[in-house]
């Protein structure tokens, strides 16, 4: 019997749209983003041909209501999308995944001029978006932004703040940007978000991104110098993204990053699966895959990834049917993501033996992109707590 690969999902469960999404993202992943994988991370480069071949598929507006023209996906479409891209590269699916996110943001209270300015031309692929909530002064507290927003006059604001590790930094049309009104007594997760455009005057990005993986983000720094921007930018109403963090941000933020991950975890299971199948010792004349010691570990790392993965699916999906309890389980899949893909791929290290162990290697990049799973915001930490609190009825955010 021919054995079946680990990191192929069948395709055909989901509803037609997605079902044909999903095969046009196969597609790109399979002719452009896995071509490229090896030269993102070896150089660095944020992964241009893939983001643009995928606007190019009509997929820039994935998380658009289909009022507004998108494809109406919500945080199932996005963890489906970025788990398959993330089998070829962590980085490509990051970046398309923050796009996504942005593009959620931008639409959940969209005014008639935010559509025609930035949700068209995401539909039409012309426009790349981004979220910028990290600062050194907050790091995991990502809710407790210290950039300012000062109104000016009746129709601008000025922004004044420095943003760290935003991801396609200085590639991306616009930034979606937590700002915090100058009120030292605001209540925690009482911040504002407001769109600035690539061109505002006053941006100063830091030094290229050199990560230790994850190594196409182009995750860099932000400066904001007395930056204006119209009043009309401000998504929502001023201080009211405690909203946006629990019922955008959250859910299509940790279901990106948890697909991206569990795209790395069943990428490394399926190197394992080959290197015990291919593996012959002339010596003894035996196969790797013959022990039953390895069949076991293997058997037991599948059983993680398929178990988080089912959770990550059941999770996304449950929040997609407003079921308000689901919560729990969207903080509870990133954590279990991270656990799972550091675990994975770790093991896999030893099972290929010492041929994965060389620098180039993709099961050595893997390792390296998996790191980020735990850091990334909301982090493991804050993930496990954030469940704690809302088992025990607590506010969820605090400092
Ligand atoms: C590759 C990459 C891409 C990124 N992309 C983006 C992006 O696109 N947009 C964006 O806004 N940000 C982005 N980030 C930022 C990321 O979200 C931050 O790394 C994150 O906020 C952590 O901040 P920090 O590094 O300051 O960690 P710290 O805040 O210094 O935390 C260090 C450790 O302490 C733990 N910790 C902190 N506070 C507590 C507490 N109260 N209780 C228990 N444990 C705690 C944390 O969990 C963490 O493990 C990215 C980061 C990376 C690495």
Redesign the pocket.
């Known amino acids: 019997m021919e054995s079946p690969k680990t990191n192929s999902v069948p395709l055909k469960r989901y509803p037609l749209e997605l079902e044909v999404i999903l095969e046009s993202v196969q597609d790109i992943a399979h002719s452009i983003v896995a071509p490229n994988a090896e030269e993102i991370d070896r150089e660095g480069f944020w992964p241009e041909e893939s983001i643009r071949a995928l606007q190019s598929a009509s997929l820039g507006g994935l998380t658009i209501p289909e009022e507004f023209g998108g494809l109406g996906q919500g945080s199932f479409g996005i963890l489906r999308v970025s788990e398959i891209l993330g089998q070829e590269c962590a ?1 490509t699916a ?1 970046c398309f995944g ?1 796009h996504c996110v942005g593009s959620a943001v931008l639409s959940a209270k969209a005014t008639p001029d935010q559509i025609d300015r930035y949700l068209t031309p995401i539909v039409q692929g012309k426009h790349l978006t ?7 002064g ?5 809710y407790i932004p210290d950039t300012k927003l000062e109104a000016t006059s009746n129709d601008q604001y000025k922004i004044n703040g420095n ?7 200085s590639h991306a049309d616009s930034y979606v940007i ?1 700002t915090v009104a100058a009120e030292p007594d605001a209540p925690i997760g009482q911040f504002s978000c407001i769109v600035v455009s690539d061109d505002a005057k006053g941006l100063k990005w830091g030094e290229a ?1 050199d ?1 230790l ?2 190594r196409g ?1 182009s ?1 860099r720094s932000l400066d904001l110098n007395d930056v204006l921007v119209p009043k009309s930018d401000l998504l929502g109403e001023e201080g009211d993204q405690i909203w946006y963090v629990f019922q955008v941000v959250a859910p299509y933020f940790l279901m990106a990053m948890s697909g991206a991950y569990l795209g790395i975890a069943s990428s490394a299971i399926e190197i394992a699966r080959e290197h015990l199948i291919k593996r012959n010792y002339s010596a003894t004349g035996s196969n790797l895959s013959q022990f039953t010691v390895l069949q076991h570990r293997l058997g037991t790392l599948w059983g993680n990834l398929e178990r988080t993965r089912r959770l990550a699916y059941h999770a996304a999906a449950s929040f997609d049917s407003g079921d308000p309890d689901s919560l729990p389980a969207v903080f509870t899949t990133k954590a279990e993501v991270a656990e799972c893909a550091v675990t994975i791929v770790n093991e896999v290290m030893t099972l290929t033996g010492g041929m994965a162990y060389r620098n180039g290697s993709k099961l050595h990049q893997l390792l390296r992109d998996a790191r ?1 799973s ?9 993930l ?2 954030w469940t704690g609190r809302t088992l025990l009825g607590q506010p969820i955010l ?2």
Do not use: C, Q, Y
Request: charged letters at 10%; a neutral charge; zero cysteines.
């Open positions: 980085s990051m923050m981004t979220l910028s909530l990290s600062e050194s907050s790091g995991s507290h990502f943003k760290t590790f935003v991801t396609n930094g937590s991104w990560g993986g994850m983000n995750s980020a735990h850091v990334m915001a909301p982090t493991t930490d804050m496990r707590i605090g400092a």
